[in-house]
């Protein structure tokens, strides 16, 4: 029985079960023989991994590898991640495509799934942050390559932010007050919860321009929760902007408009 090619967002107890069925010898460390070597590998086009709450996400990975005999396959690619976290995708099983880009160089590419309603139910967030990509990659001389790090990549909770300018209408010289919540996704109870003490900016565009400026900046209250007030001058779009941390996407609102008469 091989691990499944769905991870995979799992607690302790499940992902040491996925390692302990899914691992092959060859898994335990880094090793290899002969002149083989992993030159390259590509994880969601470079891009973090972001998940909700209920969709699973695919992500493609692949590897390049040379060998003067040429590759013969890559074995299995893996993602490692924080908690411990685990998903394995195997060549035997088809998951697993390699293309010749030379005589002595090949891509394998797959792909990872990750699924925040896994079916055990034990989905947790300790699975955000940067995982590890490994692989075991074989040549026509049987030499091989093994990495437990070949490369890494981040897999994030995936993050929503509101805004909402009033009074509308409202009078130049007048404060508008604008409100707003950040929120992430939570992947032990499949909701979204409020993303406490981070810092948001408020930002403004003027009506017929493309671009936004800072007004200033605030921070979300215990809740996620935002709150601030400014002096209406002329009408334009007020929203938020949330930079990211590691473990969750940078999020703007969409622009609530304020006409000011």
């Known amino acids: ?34 002149d083989i070597t992993i030159d390259k590998v590509v994880v969601n086009g470079g891009k973090p991994v972001v998940v909700g709450t209920t969709n699973v996400v695919s992500a493609k990975v692949s590897v390049t590898a040379t060998d003067n005999s040429g590759i013969a396959k890559t074995s299995y690619i893996s993602g490692d991640g924080p908690g411990p976290n685990f998903a394995t995708i195997w060549y035997d099983d088809g998951d697993i495509t390699c293309v010749k880009a030379g005589a ?47 490369g890494t990549f981040k897999v994030q909770r995936a993050s929503k932010l509101t805004v909402n300018a009033s009074p509308e209408p409202v009078k130049k010289g007048k404060a508008v007050t604008v409100t707003g919540k950040l929120s992430r996704a939570n992947w032990e109870d499949n909701l979204y919860h409020g993303y406490a003490g981070q810092s948001v900016k408020l930002q403004f565009r003027k009506k017929g321009s493309s671009t936004y400026t800072t007004v200033k900046t605030i921070k979300t209250d215990s ?39």
Not at 231 to 255: K, Q
């Open 223 to 261: 809740t996620g929760n935002l709150k601030t007030t400014v002096t209406a001058a002329t009408d334009g779009y007020f929203r938020y902007s949330f930079a990211g941390t590691s473990t969750t996407p940078a999020v703007n609102a969409a622009g609530d408009f304020v006409d000011v008469q």
């Open 1 to 34: 029985m091989r691990a499944t090619t769905r991870l995979a967002l799992l607690g302790t107890s499940v992902a040491l079960a996925v390692t302990a069925v899914g691992a092959t010898s060859a898994q335990a460390d880094d090793g290899g023989a002969g």
């Open 104 to 150: 002595t160089t090949s891509t394998c590419s797959g792909t990872l799934t990750f699924d925040p309603q896994a079916s055990t139910g034990f989905a947790d967030n300790a699975a955000a942050g940067t995982w590890n990509l490994g692989a075991l990659v074989s040549a026509n001389d049987f030499d091989y390559i093994h990495r437990d790090a070949a």
